[in-house]
């Protein structure tokens, strides 16, 4: 048997459970439980949640479908699957710009999961329920330490080096197979304790009750469609890669799509259902913003019956959501070019893991460097991946040829014609709009201007990058 990741054979998920929890993994991660309860709180609850499962179900779902079926039709990474469908080198360079934004996406997001390494170990030392315990300053302590930050987004780049380098059977879907399941059964515990507290009941109503004249404010729309994008993570390859290393008789639109943005929306709620109930049990501002975790959070602990083991269980299942992804999201670049560059899966694990800990310094030292890249790719850079992937399927392979090929082959989930209409024009306008919206929100400012110059300098890049690799004969 050939070498897992060379050109010669491809290695395969070794069960469907090891796919789902893949999917599962690389979608849930700090977007469901840090971003999401906070974004919630801030837009005041029921009314942002029915928004955001309402596109969840019409855009998230689609798109997934659309994804994971090209990856297992292409059995290859971004860049193999637009050489497939495209076979030019502009199509080449389009597979290299969402290569290139999730490498970016990716070294931002090693710094937040170096925050929940941070918060997983301290939990560990039950640090959250001692005497001299200040939530504020502890935060502050961390952040304002360079030294710490680094180190913990150094640690977080080892540890996913070392579970890349085992390889997709015995590293990535050994992980998510116990990684995942216990996470939710950290969800669940700390529910079930949340539910029982005094006052929990106003929590609940937080996020149930819909105040319908929200759902007519674009706001509510716009944002609740930036969390469906960054939770599921559309558009960043992601369920492309994954897709690849489907075996052919797998369901994709149960697996790929529906089953993930359920699992996904599920966790998110679950989040919710967590930390609300303390939220308003220990009378916090529930629009607290992104402290909401680090900050207010932790201040409950010592005051509950059985507070540090509690705080062990939110930490360390926090951790295991976020490093899941970061996993997943550094395999996408893994794939891709142990595949087009014909180096063994040890040296791109490494050369991979080395530029994402390299580009992502920056954003380890300094939270105004993260808030600005997070900004500027999450709603430039990933849309333009987003249409990148839509648009080759809608406009050059078809939707409709896709749907007989891969999405309803063997499939007990039928997909019909609709889906085309999706996936060819709703998606894609959706994209755009976004990139409208934040272009016309932040007209002039650095914000926009590193958005505009991503859009239009990231396709350029792309192709020179092909056109240099296919001149040295490294691309397939």
């Known amino acids: 048997m050939a070498k897992e990741g060379t050109k010669l054979s491809r290695a395969q998920w070794g069960s469907r459970f090891g796919f789902l929890m893949a999917m599962l993994g690389a979608?849930?991660?700090?977007?469901?439980?840090?971003?999401?309860?906070?974004?919630?709180?801030?837009?005041?609850?029921?009314?942002?949640?029915?928004?955001?499962?309402?596109?969840?179900v019409s855009i998230a779902i689609p798109g997934l479908i659309a994804e994971v079926a090209l990856g297992r039709l292409a059995g290859r990474g971004v860049v193999g699957a637009f050489r497939k469908i495209l076979d030019t080198q502009w199509g080449v360079g389009l597979g290299i710009v969402v290569m290139m934004v999730n490498i970016i996406l990716m070294s931002y997001y090693s710094a937040v999961v170096g925050w929940t390494l941070y918060y997983a170990l301290h939990a560990v030392q039950f640090t959250f329920t001692s005497e001299s315990f200040a939530p504020a300053a502890f935060w502050e302590a961390f952040q304002s330490s360079p030294v710490r930050t680094v180190s913990m987004q150094t640690l977080v780049m080892v540890l996913v080096a070392i579970v890349l380098y085992l390889g997709i059977r015995r590293g990535v879907e050994r992980l998510v197979v116990y990684a995942v399941p216990g996470l939710i059964l950290a969800l669940v515990?700390?529910?079930?304790?949340?539910l029982t507290l005094p006052g929990a009941?106003?929590?609940?109503?937080?996020?149930f009750e819909v105040e319908w004249s929200a759902l007519a404010q674009g706001d509510t729309w716009i944002t609740a469609l930036g969390q469906a994008l960054f939770s599921t993570g559309l558009g960043w390859g992601l369920a492309l890669t994954i897709g690849s290393y489907l075996p052919e008789y797998?369901?994709?639109?149960?697996?790929?799509?529906?089953?993930?943005?359920?699992g996904n929306s599920s966790v998110g709620l679950l989040s919710a259902f967590a930390i609300f109930p303390i939220v308003f049990a220990f009378d916090i501002d529930p629009a607290s913003g992104s402290d909401l975790t680090f900050v207010s959070l932790p201040q409950v602990f010592p005051q509950m019956v059985g507070g540090g083991v509690w705080a062990l269980l939110f930490f360390v299942g926090f951790f295991?959501?976020?490093?899941?992804?970061?996993?997943?999201?550094?395999?996408?670049?893994?794939?891709?070019?142990?595949?087009?560059?014909?180096?063994?899966?040890?040296?791109?694990?490494?050369?991979?893991?080395?530029?994402?800990?390299?580009?992502?310094?920056?954003?380890?030292?300094?939270?105004?460097?993260?808030?600005?890249?997070?900004?500027?790719?999450?709603?430039?850079?990933?849309?333009?991946?987003?249409?990148?992937?839509?648009?080759?399927?809608?406009?050059?392979?078809?939707?409709?040829?896709?749907?007989?090929?891969?999405v309803n082959r063997g499939s007990g989930l039928y997909v019909g014609p609709r889906w085309n209409l999706i996936v060819r024009y709703l998606i894609p306008l959706v994209m755009v709009g976004i990139v409208i919206n934040y272009a016309v929100t932040n007209f002039g400012s650095p914000r926009m201007i590193g958005g505009v110059a991503i859009f239009v300098l990231f396709p350029v890049i792309?192709?020179?990058?092909?056109?240099?690799?296919?001149?040295r004969h490294s691309l397939v």
Do not use: H
């Open 250 to 262: 797998d369901d994709t639109p149960i697996g790929g799509g529906v089953f993930t943005v359920m």
């Open 320 to 406: 295991l959501a976020a490093f899941t992804s970061a996993v997943l999201v550094a395999e996408v670049s893994t794939t891709t070019l142990t595949e087009e560059t014909g180096w063994s899966r040890e040296k791109t694990v490494f050369g991979v893991c080395g530029l994402i800990w390299l580009i992502g310094l920056p954003s380890a030292v300094s939270g105004s460097v993260l808030g600005f890249l997070d900004f500027v790719f999450g709603n430039f850079g990933l849309p333009l991946a987003t249409l990148a992937i839509m648009g080759a399927i809608g406009w050059i392979l078809t939707p409709e040829k896709l749907r007989v090929l891969e």
């Open 201 to 207: 009941a106003k929590g609940l109503v937080f996020i």
């Open 27 to 56: 979608m849930v991660g700090a977007g469901n439980i840090w971003r999401f309860p906070y974004i919630v709180g801030q837009e005041g609850g029921g009314a942002f949640i029915l928004a955001y499962l309402v596109l969840l």
């Open 462 to 471: 792309g192709t020179l990058l092909a056109r240099i690799l296919s001149d």
């Open 189 to 194: 515990a700390i529910t079930i304790r949340a």
